[in-house]
Structure formats: C-alpha cells, structure tokens
C-alpha cells in the first residue's frame, strides 16, 4: 500500500466517525490549547517585567546604601552597624568618572501637595535635571529643573495631578505648597502610566536639595548612574565601587546593581517559569494521548471482521499497522492544530483585554505543542495498530 | 495448480483435539470448478482458508502453480494472496462505511495501483457486474444480491486465478442465488479456478467435480 494512499483511506476512515474523532480531536486540541495558552501568558509576563525595566533607561547602573549581600563578607554589618549615608556628595565624586554620561541622584518619599483647595498625598522625586534622560520620561509642557535651579523652589507635575489641581491646564507658572512649602510649577510630566510599581502620572519632582531638606535627611535613596557605552558597565561598575570604598574609609557600604545583571535574572526566572508551566500543560496531551490509545483501541475491536478482510484481500501486516497508525497521526495531527488556532484565539483575547501584556505564544512552544501532540499520538496508537496488525485472519473474518 | 500433500489442521479446544482437516492430499488443476459440500463442522471452510493461504496447516505440504507455499513468511503469503486469490465470502464482508465503488477498488488501493487507472478499473467492474447505478451507495443501502456481486467484483478485480468462495449463496434467497451461481460461473467461463463450498445440493451439483468431506476427511471426488 502506498504511503499516499494508507493516508487517504485512514483519513476517511476518521472521518467516518465524526463523533469519535470530534472528542479525541477536542481532546488534544485543548491539550495543545493550554501549551500554547500558558506558554504565552508566560512569555508575556517575562516580556512585560523586561520591558518594565528596560523602560527605566538602559546603560544603567544604581547604587544603593547598605550592603544587601551576606554578612560573611562584610564584619561591620554582623555587629549591627549601620551603613553609612550615600551623599550628594559621592554622587558628585561619581560623575566625574570619564565613562559616566550622567548621573541623577535622587531622594524618594510622600508628602502633602496642597493647592486650588485641593489636598492629596503624593509620592515625591528629589532628584536634578538627569533624572528626565535616565529615566526616559518626557516633558509635556513647561520646563524641568534646569540645570544650576537646584536651589530655586520649582516643581514638576505627573500629569493626573497637574490634571486633579489645575482642570483648567494652566498649571505652569501656578504657585502650589508641598509640606508647608511653597513651589511654583515649572513643567508638567507627559503622561506614561505605571512603570515598576508606581505611577508616574502622580509623582511630583522637586530638586534634590529641597527634597532632602523636605525629609530632613543627608542619605540619598539611590544613585541612577549611565555609562557612555552598555561595554563600559561592568569597569565603571568596579570603579564606583573602589571610589566609594575608598570615600567611605575603606568600608564596601553600598550595594551597586546592574540592570543588565536584574534583567538576566527576571529573564532567567520567568524562561524557567514558562518553561514549568508549558510541561504542567503538557501533561494534558498526554492524557490526550491515553484517550487516543483507548480509542484506537475500540476502533481494533469493532473493526476486527474489517481488519480480517483487508488481510483476506492481501494486506501485509504492516499494511495494517500503518492504517491504524495513520489514524492516530490524523486525530493527533488535526488536534494539534485545532490547539494552535484555538491558543493563538486565546492568547489574542488574553492581549485584548491586558493590552501591557505582550501574551504572543512563542514560536517555540508551537511547535513543541505539534510536536508532543503528534508522538503521544502515535505512541498511543503503536500498541492498537501492533495488536490489529497481529489478529489472526480467519479468526477476525469470523468476527472473533 | 493446486497440490496439497498430507495436509492436518486441528484444533484445540481443552484437552481435546479436533482435526479440522487430517491428513488431505487434493490436487486442482488450474481453470477447474469445483464444490464442496459436506455437513456442518467437516472442515470445509478450514480447507478453502488452507487453499487461500488465510490459515496454516499443522502438516503437509502446499504447493501453488508449482511453488511450495507452505512455510512462506506472512508477508509473503499476503502477496500471494493478493495476486492469486480472491474471496468471497457467505456474510460479503464489505466495508459499511465505504460505497460499492470504494469498497471494490480496496485490492488496487492495497496493490499500489495509481489513482488513474483504479478508477477506470472501477468502473469497468462495475459496469460488468451491472452496479454502475449503485457505485455511490454504502452496503447498507444495497440488497444481498447487490451486495455478493460487489463482493465478487472485489475479489475478482485483480484477476485473481482462484475465486474461493465459502457458501457466497448462505444468505441469499434461492433465485437471488442462482443468480450469483451464474455469475461465478462466467468468471469460471474466462479461465479462471472456482472453488465454492456450498450447502446447496442442487447450486452444488453444477460444478464439474464435486468434493464431499465429512470429519476433516474428503470422501468422494467425483467428476
Ligand atoms: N478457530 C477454531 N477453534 C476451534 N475449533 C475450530 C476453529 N475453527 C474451526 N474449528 C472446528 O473445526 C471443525 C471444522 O470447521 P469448519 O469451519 O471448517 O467447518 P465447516 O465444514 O466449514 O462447517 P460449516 O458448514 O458449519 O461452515 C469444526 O469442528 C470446528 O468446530
Ligand atoms: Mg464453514
């Protein structure tokens, strides 16, 4: 029998069955449906939390005070000492550093934003003219702190807040009190929704000095540091270091992070992650892939006398096997893309109602999904078709 | 040709052992017509599964156009009966979910025979045994007569040069059978072996040789 033809004829023969081949069908399209579905969601949220941190500026390198790693290296901290201030100053001494493009200071906290008989807690930025470039936010009116205004008492908006005081959009040029403190409104943050954890539409920005006078502290919260070149980021990675080991008498009292070396790390999770929940949904196919052997076994059964004849008529064995094999590579095949229509439907309707969640099926687990689907399958038919190929003519003639 | 030597083919059930066919020696000469006839449970149909190399003897030899069958492989053995067998069967065993159509271009299909001229064979076979009309319809939809005669174009497609034919009038009404008969023996006319093992005294007594067995023994060859 050709190759051809044993698919032709196994093809009618599932179709011959609507109703059987329908529910294997179902069967291992949902099996693929849920690979294909959650390998998605997986990759989207792998996709998003990258692009959440990438949309913080890249060439990136943060300081932090306090050393987050084990006491074992650092004596100071296993006797409870506590870190010494990150400063303005050590900023400062850091940009001087040639492979630095800039560098933004800045000071975090929440304060009163009072104004136009308005009053609402707001989250505050003391930071300088860099933080706009590092942090990828753009202006929607007016001006930032510009450079050398430290000092003079200037605010910049998120734009729901400058929207919540002033409906009318003449924020800039407004007087506006933040904790008893009077600002005058210098610009307005263009509107660009929630990044890692906190909206910036409801932020307001203050320069670095009236922040740390606003909280009364010396400390910075952190450093945002940008290299010239994403090569330069581990030497100027050592070089903060040293220069601050060196500031801070010799004492290693500040954590520098990399956003490349978060990224990998979230990357890295979140791969493992998709990866976990794809094999969690793989074992739905291979359910799916029982069922089929079930079935495939029924369909030797019933169709024993059939079998019989086809070897009466001159069917080899493997004839027999191939048909029955050919079977269960149909019901899987169709299942399996059936599953991939049906997932990539969902993982629209999953970006449709998430728009920030890129849930696009990577092209991967498609094609593991056909994959998988396609051998359960013809695991699952290799025992049904070797006992058809096995049946004894006469005996099977005779409905035996 | 067929030669068969001392063939045995017996059965177990429990303890006791039936002997389908014991000891048969049988020679049919290519292009013959020969029936069978015998009562219930004397081994006819184990010997027309023997002849058409469905069933292995226990002993005994077979030899088939001058070539020794016995021992060939299952595949082999397949081959053979693909190219030199047909059946026909009392139940017609076609297949329910096929048309006549499909159902008789199974041995061409299962042949390697290209598309192309299956269907013109198809045709042609369906014409000669008077289906052109039915060709679309599904054995259920056919009469018994209709459906033997699809079976008969089945077996016949590949020019097989032995028709077996165990009891192809069993579920037939008398004129319906004789029909059929009459069938048979036109392929019978063009050259070809036929072999039919029948209950029928009277459907029995138009082959030129008749063959009588009783207990796995033949006991009369009369031409
Ligand atoms: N598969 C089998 N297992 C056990 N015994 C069998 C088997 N096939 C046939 N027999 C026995 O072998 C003997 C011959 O059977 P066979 O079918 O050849 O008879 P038959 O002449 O065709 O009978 P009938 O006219 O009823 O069809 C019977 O006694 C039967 O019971
Ligand atoms: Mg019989």
Known sequence: ????????????????????????????????TAVVVLTALGDGAR???????????????????????????????????????????????IGQLPQVRRYAPLNVGS???????????????????????????????????????????QIVLGAKLAEEFFPDGNAVGQRIRLADRRFIVSGILASQGETMGYNSDEIVIIPINHAQALFDTTSLFRILIEVRNRSDILSVKEAVRQALIQRHDGEEDVTIITQDAVLATFDRILRALTLGVAGIAAISLAVAGILVMNVMLVAVSQRTSEIGLLKALGAPASDIRRLFLAE????????????????????????????????????????????????????????????????????????? | MIQLSAITRAFHMGDQEIRALDHIDLEIVSGEYVSIMGPSGSGKSTLLNVIGLLDRPDSGRYQLDGKDVTDLTETEQARVRREKIGFVFQSFHLVPRLTAAENIELPLILTGIPPAERKTRVEQALAAFNLSERARHRPAELSGGQRQRVAIARATILRPTALLADEPTGNL???????????????????????????????????????????????????
């Open chain 1, 111 to 153: 304060a009163e934003l009072a104004g136009a008989s308005r009053l609402r807690e707001v989250t505050v930025l003391g930071g300088t003219a860099n933080i706009l470039p590092i942090r990828h936010m753009e202006l929607a009116q007016g001006s930032f702190l510009a450079h050398g205004s430290q000092h003079s008492a």
């Open chain 1, 1 to 32: 029998m050709k190759l051809r033809d044993t698919l032709q004829f196994s093809f009618k023969t599932v179709t011959s069955y609507p109703i059987r081949s329908f529910l294997i069908i179902l069967a291992m399209a949902l099996g693929v």
């Open chain 1, 328 to 400: 269960a590579a149909w019901l899987s095949l169709t299942g399996a893309i059936f599953g991939l229509i049906l997932g990539y439907l969902g993982s629209l309707l999953i970006r449709l109602a998430y728009p920030q969640l890129p849930a696009w099926p990577p092209v991967w687990a498609s094609l593991a999904g056909i994959m998988v689907a396609l051998t359960t399958g013809i695991i699952a038919g290799l025992l049904p078709a070797a006992r058809a190929a096995r049946l004894d003519p006469v005996k099977a003639l005779s409905g035996k």
């Open chain 2, 173 to 223: 009404d008398h004129r319906i059978g004789s029909e059929v008969m009459a069938l048979l023996e036109d392929l019978h006319h063009t050259g070809t072996t036929l072999i039919v093992v029948t209950h029928d005294r009277e459907l029995g007594l138009r082959a030129h040789r008749r063959i009588a067995m009783r207990d796995g023994h033949i006991v009369a060859d009369e031409q």
């Open chain 1, 47 to 93: 996709r998003y939390v990258i692009h959440q941190f990438s949309s913080i500026g890249t060439n990136l390198i943060i300081v932090l005070p306090g050393r987050a790693e084990t006491a074992g290296s650092f004596p100071g901290a296993a006797m409870g000492q506590t870190p010494r201030d990150l400063t303005l100053e050590d900023a400062r001494w």
